[in-house]
């Protein structure tokens, strides 16, 4: 850790509370040697409106995404656009955005990907720094040009493939997604464009834990107490369980990948990025329309 | 038939094509903050405006088609989305003037031809599609008669 985590006692009760940084720590170490505060959004001109001072921006979309290929930046990529946003090896990242922080979670995971040890996220992203009255700033991107290794991506222990799931199928799956799309009513989320799949509903035995229920009415993370409702009582969680988070293209899984992991701590949980827009249109694999999860299917 | 693009149109496309991709976020920005103010008759009457679903921001819309068969175009996005804002804004000022039949002969890829499939990835543009379409459906329903 570059620089010291936020000893906020509302994290302590989380597995890994070093993975979140509260608005007060953040308006109290804007400028520390060794951070830089990315901001990642929906919306790819929210940051240009208004951002965190010092903020750089990554986009989920234009940055993280591989232009051609369906797939994330290789390490050379990522190397690249971190040297480019002041970011070395060594750097505290605390990364917020809109949406209650989907996408910040989802640049988390992908940082997480490469391996990037210090990455942090800012607990109830622009929504909570906005509703406290805090400020923006509408100062141009500025950062140093510095040198951030090549490091090859790890898709091995935090991401599955659609394989993955499969052979996976008899362990947990969480599938984020509104009740609509999990019971096949629809494929998108409610308002959102059709990104297409050809197919509704979900993967059997998937339970249904619409990603926003992890979130607090101030906009951060529920408490320790009230997710272990959500996630072990509710959806059956137990410690040493084996999970892989799905939702549409893996943005608000990427949500409930961090809250499982750092924040439950449930070891290997994978996020299958490919979720339902590849899975709703592959040939041949089982889906179960309705509200029940379903059988796990034969092998 | 489709095909030429009105003026304002045209102006608005060569504009986006002149600049490298990031100053042609910027313009969409400049866009984004020009989105006029809904009048006061659709401040008041929510009910009369259509939900645009397929963006990803609430996003509602309304058409009105004068004596004159000239289209008027109403938007309205929150501040939280300057990029449907910012499509909305194209397309409000890109419609301005323009006859029924002007409207309907705009092509419907005119959004995926602006320039800003790169800059701010194909799926957002999307919503931009959608909004035309839509636009166009309304003005087909409002002369229909």
Redesign the interface.
Known sequence: MTVATDPDTRFASYAHPERLVSTDWLAANLGTPGLVVVESD?????Y??GHIEGAVKIDW??DLND?VERDYVDGAGFAKLLGSKGITRDTTVVIYG?KNNWWAAYALWVFSLFGHEDVRLLDGGRAKWEAEGRTYTTDKESAPQVEYPVVERNDGSIRAFRDDVLTHLGNPLIDVRSPEEYTGERTTAP?????GALRAGHIPSAQNVPWAKAVAEDFGFKSLDELNAIYRDGAGLKDGDNVIAYCRIGERSSHTWFALTHLLGFEGVRNYDGSWTEWGSLVGVPIVKGAEAGAVPAK | MSGALPDNLAQIREDFHELELRDRLQLLLEFSNELPELPERYVDHPDLLERVEECQSPVFMFVEVDEHKIVHLFVTAPKEAPTTRGFASILVQGLAGLTVEEVLDIPDDFPQDLGLTEAVSPLRVRGMTALLGRAKRQVREKTAA
């Open positions: 929906e919306d790819v001109l929210l240009e409106t979309h234009t232009p809109d308002a959102y464009p059709e990104e």
